[in-house]
C-alpha cells in the first residue's frame, strides 16, 4: 500500500507571500504525482500535475519533484486570502490510470 | 469545460435503507473511480470502473457496494443497507488520457446517514 504523507502544516502565510507545501511517498517507482486544492465542504480541485524530476511552473503556482528523495512540494506565489484551502497531494497506487492515493493535506490559511 | 457532474448534492437517509449516488462523468473519459471523505479525514478510494467493469476496489468497497453504468452517460454508486459510518462526503471522478492521465471530481454528495 502506498503511502503519502503530508506532514507538516497547517500553515498560515501573510497576502503576498510565498506559501511552501511539502509530500513525501513512500514508493520509488511512482511516476505521476498531484496537487489538488479543496475548499471546506468542496470537493478536490486539480491544480498541478508534475511527472518529470525539476520544476513545472503554471501561473503562480510551482510544483517540484525530486524523485531520489521521494518528494514533492508546491509553492504558491503572491499568496492570496483566496488560496486559503486544504492542499491534498495524490500519487496513484500503480499504473497511471489506478486509484489515487491521497495524503492527509496541508491547510493553507493567507492572512490579509 | 466540461465537468464531472453528481446529483443529489444532499442526501438524508435512514440506517438501513438503499441509495443510489449518480453521476455523469466528462464525455469521452473511460475511467471512472468513486471516492469517499468521512469528514475531517484522507479523501478515500471506493471502486474504479472501466469497460464496464470494476478494475480495483478497495476494503471499504464490500457486498453492500456496488457501481453500475446503466447507459452511456451515467455513472451510480449504490449503497444497499446503509450504516452510520457510511455518513461520509462521495466523490465521483473521471480520468483523461489525452493529458496525463489527471482525474477530475465531481462536486460531491453528502450523505448523512440517521
Known amino acids: 500500500q502506498k503511502e503519502v504523507e503530508q506532514n507538516s502544516g497547517p500553515l498560515s502565510v501573510p497576502e503576498g507571500a510565498i506559501a511552501s507545501l511539502n509530500c513525501t511517498y513512500s514508493?520509488?517507482?511512482?511516476?505521476?504525482f498531484f496537487w489538488y486544492r479543496q475548499y471546506s465542504g468542496k470537493s478536490p480541485e486539480l491544480i498541478m500535475s508534475?511527472?518529470?524530476?525539476g520544476d513545472k511552473e503554471d501561473g503562480r503556482f510551482t510544483a517540484q519533484l525530486n524523485k531520489a528523495s521521494q518528494y514533492v512540494s508546491l509553492l504558491i506565489r503572491d499568496s492570496q486570502p483566496s488560496d486559503s484551502a486544504t492542499y491534498l497531494c495524490?500519487?496513484?497506487?500503480?499504473?497511471?490510470?489506478?486509484?489515487?492515493?491521497f495524503g492527509k493535506g496541508i491547510t493553507l490559511s493567507v492572512r490579509p | 469545460e466540461p465537468e464531472v457532474t453528481q446529483t443529489p448534492s444532499h442526501q438524508v437517509t435512514q440506517m438501513g435503507q438503499e441509495v443510489i449516488l449518480r453521476c455523469v462523468p466528462i464525455?469521452?473519459?473511460?475511467?471512472f473511480y468513486w471516492y469517499r471523505q468521512i469528514l475531517g479525514q484522507k479523501v478515500e478510494f471506493l471502486v474504479s470502473f472501466y469497460n464496464n467493469e470494476i478494475s480495483e476496489k478497495s476494503e471499504i468497497f464490500d457486498d453492500q457496494f456496488s457501481v453500475e453504468r446503466p447507459d452511456g452517460s451515467n455513472f451510480t454508486l449504490k449503497i444497499r443497507s446503509t450504516k452510520l459510518e457510511d455518513s461520509a462526503m462521495y466523490f465521483c471522478?473521471?480520468?483523461?488520457?489525452?493529458?496525463?492521465?489527471?482525474?477530475?471530481f465531481g462536486p460531491g454528495t453528502r450523505l448523512t446517514v440517521t
Open positions: 508534475i511527472y518529470s524530476n
Open positions: 514508493d520509488r517507482g511512482s511516476q505521476s
Open positions: 464525455s469521452n473519459h473511460l475511467y
Open positions: 471522478a473521471s480520468l483523461t488520457t489525452k493529458q496525463g492521465y489527471e482525474q477530475y
Open positions: 495524490a500519487v496513484p497506487n500503480t499504473g497511471a490510470n489506478s486509484k489515487l492515493t
